[in-house]
């Protein structure tokens, strides 16, 4: 969990999951294409994109990084568009809980009001891939 302590998230590990999304769209393994993926999943990046910069110039500070405008497009390469709406607010959810405990260890240089998103966008992601059979979200699992 490199991004509670550094705020850093592999790009690597973002790679390997938004190539193995737009593999198992492409194969037929989600109800929704690899095209379909692949539109939504940009259009989530912007779309966090721009909601990030224009909270950041209403803070005064950066709130969001770009490794977790990343991580959101990787996660709907799964989902497909209904996926980013859902992981977005699960880990809202996840925030306010992290919120309430604030019990996390970080480096001297990360300031005390920063918050680590992308390991609370990861929880969000496996909750929606749990619950996708009965949203109807289009990814198949066994």
Not at 4 to 16: A, Q, R, V
Not at 28 to 46: D, Q
Not at 92 to 100: N, S
Request: proline letters at 5%.
């Amino acid at each position: 969990m490199i991004d509670f302590k550094h705020f850093l998230i592999p790009d690597s590990m973002i790679l390997s999951i938004f190539v193995s999304g737009g593999v198992a769209s492409y194969m037929g393994l989600t109800e929704h294409s690899f095209w379909v993926s692949m539109i939504s999943s940009i259009i989530s990046m912007i779309t966090m994109y721009l909601i990030g910069k224009a909270y950041s110039r209403y803070r005064g500070y950066e709130v969001l990084g770009f490794g977790d405008v990343k991580l959101i497009g990787a996660f709907v390469m799964w989902l497909g568009p209904m996926g980013a709406p859902l992981v977005f607010v699960y880990s809202v959810l996840g925030m306010t809980m992290l919120f309430m405990g604030n019990v996390f260890e970080r480096d001297e240089d990360i300031p005390k009001n920063a918050i680590p998103y992308g390991p609370i966008l990861i929880i969000g992601f496996f909750v929606a891939m749990l619950c996708s059979s009965q949203l109807n979200l289009g990814v198949y699992m066994p």
